[in-house]
Nanobody, 122 residues
Framework: QVEVVESGGGLVQAGGSLKLSCAASGSIVKLSRMGWYRQTPQSERELVAA???????EYADSVKGRFTISRDNANRMAFLHMTNVRPDDTATYYC????????????????WGQGTQVTVSS
């Protein structure tokens, strides 16, 4: 069983910075991909940034140059460094983790955290 937990959301002023953290735990054999997504009541969940265990990164066009994803593979964590935030970054941010777990046998997993709210005031 794999658990994914986010932290670090809150209220920030436009132009400010915020750092989100994501921790994956459980019977993880390989943590292949960790990503950040966001969703508002008016929109579908969308990719913000993702990173493989090999270091390949991808970003939504709207956050390129402002947000950076990083990982601490030894501790099974991912971070989203948000800078120069804007009111339209306001959303619930979700961490997604995918890879291979092992309890009685090997199986793939693709798990979500419960989400953390980020609110940017103008």
């Amino acid at each position: 069983q794999v658990e994914v937990v986010e932290s670090g959301g809150g209220l920030v002023q436009a132009g400010g910075s915020l750092k989100l953290s994501c921790a994956a735990s459980g019977s993880i054999v390989k943590l292949s991909r960790m990503g950040w997504y966001r969703q508002t009541p008016q929109s579908e969940r969308e990719l913000v940034a993702a990173m493989t265990d090999g270091g390949t990164q991808e970003y939504a066009d709207s956050v390129k140059g402002r947000f950076t994803i990083s990982r601490d593979n030894a501790n099974r964590m991912a971070f989203l460094h948000m800078t120069n935030v804007r009111p339209d970054d306001t959303a619930t941010y979700y961490c997604n983790a995918g890879g291979i777990s092992h309890t009685d046998y090997y199986r793939p997993f693709d798990n979500w955290g419960q989400g953390t709210q980020v609110t940017v005031s103008s």
